[in-house]
């Protein structure tokens, strides 16, 4: 049941808003409701990697990866336009049985539940007054808080509080198939972006990204990619989602709090983002706990630095000079190099 007034409402139950809840009730602040719109399981536009660092931090929360299916698919290729440039033992992503994020969302929010967090679920924003420090959820739910938390992605309810430009387009389709297990990683389909095509188990996960331009048909060119992989597969059920480029403000006034894609913390090149969300939540529970809004402001600030550096690097990496030396001249001179530096990006993510 919910009741009139928290010390802190969090809006959405995903990584970073279920993070920021546990966190709160382990220091000790346990008058805590959680609002999520869907209702678990629910399904997330996701290429459904994780990596070690990733799996450390969900641990930390007292998460077993392991449980949720999770381990590592062996073959990595690397394609540039559809021709294959580089073999790789993956050591770095590990992914579900379903090759999606449902079973580890399901679990961290049971986890959630069993540590006491109150999460109430089909239960949007339709309403926030913040100068009476009330937010409506539901049909006219009216409920009073001293904080709040948006943890509900990149065009989430919170968002109206924060500029969102630029942002980056993700695509997925998932479906049973004979495909041979393996991960394959395409460049040179997207202008700013990359494709997958996961396949494990009689599951296959093919994915698109790019930075959004409203005036590409992205659906067009998704069918455009599978047909050129000679995968024949109805689109209908075709899931898309937007992640954010740049970090926003961690917190707005004294008590409005954003972690996870609601700040931004979502690298602007791999469009990694869970391990950053479990901390930015972790962070803004701190915040709230300690009255110190310092401690998720300079998490915030940590983040712009490192995804400056990584715009830069994905800028230099996608002009059409540099792709072509790091696919034609690397990967077939330099393929340890090559193995190397996926090996060291990838593992910090």
Not at 47 to 70: H, M, N, S
Not at 149 to 163: E, L, P, R
């Amino acid at each position: 049941m919910i009741k009139k007034h928290y010390n802190t409402v969090i809006i959405g139950a995903g990584p970073a808003g279920l993070a920021c809840a546990i966190t709160l009730m382990q220091n000790g602040v346990c008058d805590v409701l959680v609002a999520e719109k869907y209702k678990f399981p629910r399904n997330k536009c996701c290429a459904g990697y994780i990596t070690q660092k990733t799996v450390k931090e969900y641990a930390r929360f007292g998460l077993d990866t392991e449980e949720c299916g999770y381990s590592y698919i062996e073959d990595f290729k690397l394609f540039f336009k559809h021709k294959l440039r580089q073999r790789i033992k993956n050591r770095f992503l590990l992914t579900s049985r379903e090759i999606n994020r449902v079973s580890l969302d399901y679990a961290f929010f049971r986890l959630a539940v069993d540590n006491g967090v109150q999460i109430e679920e089909n239960m949007p924003v339709t309403g926030h007054f913040p100068e009476k420090n009330t937010v409506i959820l539901g049909k006219n739910v009216s409920v009073e808080y001293d904080n709040i938390v948006f943890a509900d992605g990149t065009f989430g309810f919170g968002s109206a509080y924060q500029k969102t430009k630029r942002r980056n387009l993700a695509m997925q389709l998932v479906f049973k198939s004979d495909i041979r297990d393996g991960i394959d990683i395409h460049f040179g389909v997207t202008k700013r972006g990359y494709c997958w095509v996961s396949s494990q188990n009689g599951v296959t996960n093919v994915g698109m990204t790019d930075e959004y331009r409203g005036s590409k048909d992205y659906k067009k060119q998704f069918k455009s990619f599978i047909s050129d992989l000679g995968i024949s597969q109805n689109t209908s059920s075709l899931y898309s989602a937007f992640t954010p480029i740049g970090v926003r403000k961690p917190v707005i006034g004294s008590n409005m709090y954003f972690a996870g894609d609601a700040m931004g913390a979502c690298d602007p090149f791999t469009l990694s983002g869970v391990r950053n969300a479990l901390i930015s939540g972790e962070k803004a529970a701190l915040s709230i706990a300690r009255s110190d809004t310092r401690i998720i402001k300079r998490y915030a600030r940590k983040l712009k630095l490192k995804f400056f550096f990584m715009r830069l690097l994905m800028k230099t990496f996608y002009v059409p000079c540099v792709r072509w030396l790091m696919f034609n001249v690397g990967c077939r001179f330099l393929g340890g190099m090559v193995t190397f530096v996926f090996n060291r990006l990838l593992n910090k993510k």
